[in-house]
């Protein structure tokens, strides 16, 4: 073969070690660089699972190392990066998606992996939108921040308050128990508290520290503060709609 999966990844235990979304990585990379003619030939199931597919690696890996190998295309294929060449759905033979076209190496492949951890069907489209682009670079903490600084905004647009009014101090006016203008009167005093301690402790837990020193945040981390983010944003965004209702009954 003029093109190897072995010249990409030549050790054979650090492929062996990688998942099968990370391996998948590597090989729509590979499929993507070869020529139109060694491409199609690979892109068949039973073609790609030879040994030819796996030369240069030690004989004794090679049957152990094909078998990651058909993890990462059954991860391919259930990501719609490769899929069934029209009118072969009984064949074994694929063709690279229009997605999967785009994934010329590791860093752009990364940047759709990483965009898919990210539910974004579960968050608020506001923050949704401001934190996927440094999320999928690997931005985690800026991703982080960014959340919880589009938070601080809506909370203080929706209480009605002013720009001198941040952090700490805005939220606990927003929510105070008694008479904060997000804050519902009908739950009970307990719970009124509970909630501004809440909002407070999120985000001089995992607002704050972004913005006075670098911080270290793993991805899984960042998936989790930045839903908590996007909880509390629809929170604000029921309480603010419930604020707006309460004025046009009361100035009628």
């Given amino acids: 073969m003029s093109g190897r999966l072995f010249d990409i990844i030549p050790d054979s235990d650090a492929l062996l070690a990688l998942e099968p979304e990370e391996l998948a990585g590597i090989v729509l990379e590979f499929l993507n660089s070869l020529g139109h003619g060694q491409a199609d030939q690979l892109l068949n199931?039973?073609?790609?699972s030879q040994p030819d597919t796996v030369d240069g690696y030690p004989q004794e890996k090679k049957k152990e190392i094909l078998k990651a190998?058909?993890?990462?295309w059954s991860w391919l294929d259930s990501e719609g990066l490769i899929a069934p060449r029209p009118g072969c759905m009984d064949s074994p033979s694929f063709?690279?998606?229009?997605?999967?076209?785009?994934?010329?190496?590791?860093?752009?492949?990364?940047?759709?992996?990483?965009?898919?951890l990210l539910p974004k069907h579960l968050l608020h489209s506001v923050i949704a939108q401001k934190v996927r682009s440094p999320f999928i670079r690997g931005a985690y903490d800026s991703a982080v921040f960014e959340a919880f600084r589009e938070l601080e905004i809506f909370i203080r647009e929706a209480g009605g308050f002013?720009?001198?009014?941040?952090?700490?101090?805005?939220?606990?006016?927003?929510?105070?128990?008694?008479?904060?203008?997000?804050?519902d009167l009908n739950q009970p005093k307990p719970e009124?508290?509970?909630?501004?301690?809440?909002?407070?402790?999120?985000?001089?837990?995992?607002?704050?520290?972004?913005?006075?020193?670098?911080?270290?945040?793993?991805?899984?981390?960042a998936v989790e503060?930045?839903?908590?983010?996007s909880h509390l944003y629809k929170i604000v965004e029921t309480r603010h709609g419930a604020r707006i209702a309460n004025n046009l009954i009361n100035n009628r």
């Fill in 45 to 48: 199931t039973h073609n790609f």
């Fill in 69 to 72: 190998l058909m993890e990462a």
């Fill in 95 to 116: 063709f690279i998606s229009r997605r999967g076209k785009k994934v010329l190496n590791q860093e752009e492949f990364r940047k759709i992996y990483h965009g898919n």
């Fill in 162 to 183: 002013s720009s001198t009014d941040f952090g700490e101090k805005l939220i606990r006016k927003a929510f105070d128990e008694n008479s904060g203008s997000l804050t």
């Fill in 192 to 221: 009124r508290l509970a909630l501004q301690n809440l909002f407070v402790a999120a985000y001089g837990s995992y607002r704050n520290p972004q913005s006075h020193r670098n911080v270290s945040i793993d991805q899984a981390e």
């Fill in 225 to 229: 503060m930045i839903m908590l983010a």
